[in-house]
C-alpha cells in the first residue's frame, strides 16, 4: 500500500520526459497565443474592411465573395470538397501511413472485435470485452462473448424504473423548467457509465451470450427506445396529474407498478425474457470437455467470471474543475438505490501512467472518449492530424479542452477498452484499442489512438483499485461535489 502511496506522489512532481512535457506545453502556450491572435484580428483587421452592423448586408456579402474569389486555393479547395467526403479529400496521407499497428506494451490476451450495431450499447460491450478476458484465460478460449443483451434489458427496465421516480420526487417542479425537460430528453437512453454497469452486475450479474444471444431489437434498439420513451413521458404527464388532483405519494408509486409492468411486457416482447437459470458447456482450445449446470447469473458472474466490479473506480480528466476531488452529477444513474455515478478528476498525464502501468501489469482499460472528432472509422485511426481542415478552409480550431466542454464542443460520446501502448523514451506515442464497430474496421476491428488524441478527447478511465496510488482510492471518502443534470460529464457513452 506504501508503494501505491509513493506513485502519486511521483506523478505530481513528475510529468513526462523534459522533451514531451515541453512540447506539450508549448503546443498549450501556442493555443492561447493563436487564440488571442484570432480574436484580436477581427477587431483590429475586419474592422477596418467592413462596417459592423447586426445584419448581413449587400456590402458585406459582395466583400466576402470578392475576397473568396481572389485567392485561388479557395477555388480549389471548393471544386474537391463539394463534390465528395471532404474528410476524404482532406485525410492526410502522411498521418494515415505512420499509424501504425505495431505496440511496444500490449495485454498477452485479447478477444475478437465485437459488434454492436445500430444501438448505443458500447459501455456494455467494453465492460463485457473486459469481463471476458478472465474466462477466457482460465479456461483456454480462443474466444467468447459474454451477453451484452442481458444487462441491456435490465438497464432499460432500471432506467425506466429509475425516471419515474425522479418524476415522482420532482412533483412540485414545474414542467417547462430546464431541470424536468431535460429529464424528458432521453430517459430510457442506450448508453451508459460505468458504476452502472457495477450496478447491474452486482444486481443481476451475468451470462454467456449463448445463453441470452441478440435480438433484431438489442442490434437495432431504436424502434424499442421510442415506444417506452414515449410511454414514459405519458406515464409523467399522468403522475403529474394524479398529483395535481390530490393523490398522496403512496398512491402515485402503487400507479408507478402498474406502469411498470407495462414498461416490462414491452422490453420482454421486444428483447425476450433474460434466462433465470441456465446451462454452459464448452469446449478449450485443447479440445477438453466442460459443463455447468443450473447456473443463476448471479452464480456465473460470482463464480466463472470472478471479477469484482466494486472494487474498480472512475478517474476523469475535467480541467474545469480542481483535480483530486470527488464529483457526481446530479440524477445520473440505473438502479434506484444503486451506487452514484463517481469520479476522481486528475491530470491527463497522471491518468497516461496509471494507463500504462495497468497495461504493463496485462490488464485491459475501460475508457471514455469523443470519438467523432479528428477520427476515421474504416480505417481504425484517431489522430488530431489525420483530417487536415487547415489546408481546406485555412482555418484553425484553438479551444482547450476545458472551453470545449463549457461550450458544448465536446463530451464523452463513446466507450471502448485500450489493450497496448507504443513507448518511445518511456513516453506514450500511441495506444491500441478494442472498439465494439466489428472486424471490418481498423485492423481486425482494432484502432490506433495517437496520444495527442488521448490529451483532448480521452475523458474517462476505470482502474482496479489495487492498481491505483492510495491517495486517489482515498478521494472516494470526500463528499462529492454535485454537478447539474444537463453537465457535460454526465453524458452517456453510445
Known amino acids: 500500500m506504501g508503494q501505491n502511496k509513493s506513485r502519486l506522489s511521483s506523478f505530481k512532481k513528475r510529468r513526462l520526459p ?6 506539450k506545453h508549448n503546443k498549450f502556450d501556442d493555443l492561447v497565443k493563436t487564440n488571442e491572435h484570432i480574436w484580436k484580428s477581427y477587431i483590429s483587421t475586419y474592422n477596418h474592411e467592413l462596417e459592423g452592423g447586426a445584419d448581413l448586408n449587400e456590402e458585406a456579402l459582395q466583400k466576402y465573395s470578392d475576397k473568396f474569389n481572389s485567392e485561388p486555393k479557395n477555388r480549389l479547395a471548393l471544386n474537391a470538397i463539394c463534390n465528395d467526403d471532404m474528410n476524404k479529400v482532406l485525410l492526410n496521407r502522411d498521418t494515415a501511413i505512420k499509424d501504425i499497428h505495431v505496440f511496444s506494451e500490449k495485454i498477452q490476451l485479447e478477444g475478437k472485435a465485437t459488434n454492436q450495431k445500430s444501438s448505443g450499447r458500447c459501455w456494455l ?4 470485452n473486459v469481463l471476458r478476458l478472465p474466462v477466457m484465460k482460465k479456461y483456454k478460449l480462443e474466444d467468447f462473448e459474454l451477453s451484452q443483451s442481458f444487462l441491456f434489458f435490465y438497464d432499460k427496465l432500471e432506467k425506466a424504473n429509475f425516471f419515474l421516480e425522479n418524476m415522482i420526487a420532482l412533483v412540485e417542479e414545474d414542467v417547462e423548467s430546464r431541470l424536468i425537460q431535460f429529464l424528458f430528453g432521453a430517459p430510457v437512453s442506450d448508453g451508459g457509465q460505468w458504476d452502472m454497469v457495477i450496478n447491474l452486475l452486482e444486481k443481476y450479474g451475468v451470462v454467456p451470450k449463448c445463453a441470452y444471444p441478440e435480438s433484431y431489437n438489442s442490434s437495432n434498439s431504436g424502434r424499442l427506445n421510442w415506444i417506452v420513451t414515449t410511454k414514459l413521458r405519458e406515464f409523467a404527464y399522468q403522475l403529474r396529474e394524479m398529483h395535481a388532483s390530490g393523490k398522496s405519494i403512496e398512491v402515485l408509486r402503487h400507479a408507478k407498478a402498474q406502469m411498470m409492468e407495462e414498461v416490462y411486457r414491452i422490453i420482454a416482447i421486444s428483447l425476450g425474457e433474460p434466462p433465470k437459470v441456465f446451462d454452459w458447456t464448452f469446449r478449450d482450445k485443447d479440445g477438453k470437455y466442460y459443463e455447468f449446470f443450473g447456473l443463476t447469473p448471479k452464480q456465473f458472474y460470482g ?12 478517474l476523469v480528466n475535467d480541467p474545469r474543475h480542481p483535480y483530486f476531488n470527488l464529483y457526481t452529477v446530479e440524477y445520473l444513474g440505473n438502479i434506484q438505490g444503486g451506487i452514484p455515478i463517481r469520479y476522481v478528476n486528475i491530470p491527463i498525464e497522471t491518468m497516461k501512467q496509471l494507463t500504462i502501468q495497468a497495461l504493463r501489469s496485462g490488464k485491459p482499460v475501460w475508457f471514455g472518449a469523443d470519438v467523432g472528432k479528428a477520427s476515421d472509422s474504416s480505417l481504425g485511426i484517431l489522430d488530431n492530424r489525420l483530417i487536415d481542415y487547415e489546408l481546406g478552409f485555412n482555418i484553425k480550431f484553438c479551444m482547450t479542452k ?5 461550450y458544448a464542443q465536446s463530451l464523452m460520446t463513446h466507450a471502448m477498452v485500450f489493450t497496448g501502448v507504443h513507448l518511445e523514451d518511456d513516453r506514450p506515442i500511441r495506444w491500441r484499442v478494442e472498439n465494439s464497430w466489428g472486424d471490418e474496421r481498423g485492423e481486425k476491428g482494432y484502432f490506433v489512438m495517437a496520444d495527442g488524441w488521448f490529451d483532448d478527447w480521452v475523458y474517462q478511465i476505470v482502474l482496479e483499485k489495487t492498481d491505483a496510488p492510495n491517495e486517489l482510492v482515498e478521494v472516494l ?11 457535460p460529464m454526465g453524458s452517456l457513452a453510445i
Not at 523534459?18 to 512540447?23: I, L, P, Q, T, W
Not at 460491450?125 to 463485457?128: I, M, P
Not at 471479477?307 to 474498480?312: H, L, R, V
Not at 476545458?402 to 463549457?406: V, W
Open 18 to 23: 523534459g522533451k514531451a512535457n515541453d512540447e
Open 125 to 128: 460491450f467494453a465492460a463485457t
Open 303 to 314: 463464480e466463472i467470471v470472478n471479477y469484482k466490479a466494486t472494487e474498480t473506480f472512475s
Open 402 to 406: 476545458a472551453q470545449r466542454l463549457e
Open 477 to 487: 471518502k470526500q463528499k462529492p461535489q454535485i454537478l447539474p443534470a444537463w453537465d
